[in-house]
């Protein structure tokens, strides 16, 4: 601005001159170039604006929120126009689980009385029977606790004899009544020693009929058979031939995987997506395992936790899955997806006909056969194929519901 005013002063000095005097050639070639310097200067301040000044103004965004797309290139492109419908919609909340034997179907097994290891029978992964022999041990522990039932047993025996003798003898007046109550106490001493035996070998797993066979036979066995309960597989083993073992030690673990269970924690905020089930009249919920990732499984809920763990703030769940070909092994990762009460009467579009930029949820309706409206909606939960409209949509509306990433590009272009 003060160059603008230094020419303009010399203009005006220049033309005083010019008007009082005659100027010489070279000083009217000066006031000519100042003259026409002037006039383009004074052009372009009251003027338009320059082009440098416009370059340097940067072009507003066109208000229209229309994306026109002749029908052949829509066809091309495999746009698929729906309306906007209202139903029963319902959302989930998925939840980290894992897959566990079913502890009603499995057995750790121990020993009830120390011995070594004499064979084993049975291996990882084998399917036993109820019943089958799964490993025999050697207890000399045992062996003395036979022997003291059958000594038991003998003077249990004596005792007997002894006191019929004592009656029959007092009936005859041969022994006085204080000797038959003597023989009495005997016999009743020999009769709890006796049973002391019976019960220890109980206690060390003799089964009836060890004991029937120790009662005929007379003949001590130290070997201890090891047997599963039940039919199952083994899951566990913790012995070797040859070591010796604890009445603390687990040898086998034992599992029907004929079902599973599946634990989970569930925080304190989602509980209601697990009464929301019940309150439904329903007990089954979807079980996803990672190993079979486009499978699902349908779980029955077995056990709802009555309290929640006060450091994690979860309450547990518990799942029951069939498992007939054992597919599902223990310690498998798996997702528990829960759904919430069904909300009736809700406006919903299919999830991909949203469209999200800069914070702005928006979906494109069909204006006519060649145009497409911006939209911008307010949505609400989600359910990964539907998503609730809570504004800017109405009822009936023809919206975009596949391919609108592309009228998204051709908005996004037309803004730029």
Known sequence: MSLLLHLCQTLFFVRHVTAVTQPSPCVRRLAISLLLGLTVIES??????SDVVASKTPAAAPASGLVTMPAEESSRVGLVVQPATRSDFRTYREFPGIVQPNQRNMADITTLVRGRV??????????????????????SELGLAQS?????????????????????????????EAEAQRRQAEL????????????????????DDEFRRLDRSRKIRSHVPIVAPFAGRIIGRNLTRGEVVETTEILFVVADLSDVW????????????VYSVHASGGTQAEV??????????????TYIGDVLDPVTRTMQLRLELPNPERRLKPEMFATIRLFSESQPNRLTVPEAALQRDQGRTFVFVQRSANEYEFREVQIGESNGTLTSILGGLSEGEPVVTHGAFVLKSELLKKQV
């Open 148 to 176: 003291g039932y059958l000594k038991a047993r003998a003077k249990l025996h004596v005792a007997e004899q002894a006191y019929g003798r004592a009656k029959f003898l007092l009936q005859e007046k041969v022994i006085g």
């Open 44 to 49: 372009g301040c009251d003027g338009t604006p």
């Open 262 to 273: 599946v634990r989970a924690n569930i925080p304190e905020k989602d509980i209601q997506f």
């Open 288 to 301: 996803r395992i990672n190993a079979y990732p486009r499978e699902i499984f349908k779980g029955t809920i």
């Open 118 to 139: 004499v064979e084993v029978y049975a291996d990882l992964g084998q399917q036993v029977e109820a019943n089958a022999l799964l490993a025999l041990l050697y207890s």
């Open 188 to 207: 009743l001493s020999m009769q709890a020693e006796a049973n002391e035996a019976h019960d220890r070998l109980k206690l060390l797993g003799m089964s």
